[in-house]
């Protein structure tokens, strides 16, 4: 049984493949939203398949869809 929602928070020794590869593990285990947040930049990425994501700044909102 995997969540809804996956939050990721980097570091800066994440790579992008690694991301890469994780959202993709996630999306596989039946996840439907996963977001990626960059603390240094203040933004958070949404994606709602590994492929399709928005990105949101920090005067922006976010929320969990439906």
Request: glycine fraction near 10%; hydrophobic fraction near 35%; charged fraction near 30%.
């Amino acid at each position: 049984m995997a969540p809804d929602l996956a939050i990721e928070v980097l570091s800066r020794t994440n790579t992008a493949a690694e991301m890469r590869r994780k959202r993709g593990e996630y999306f596989e285990a039946g996840v439907v939203l996963d977001w990626m947040v960059d603390p240094g930049k203040r933004r958070v990425t949404v994606f709602t398949s590994p492929e399709d994501s928005v990105t949101y700044g920090s005067s922006e909102m976010l929320d969990g869809g439906n």
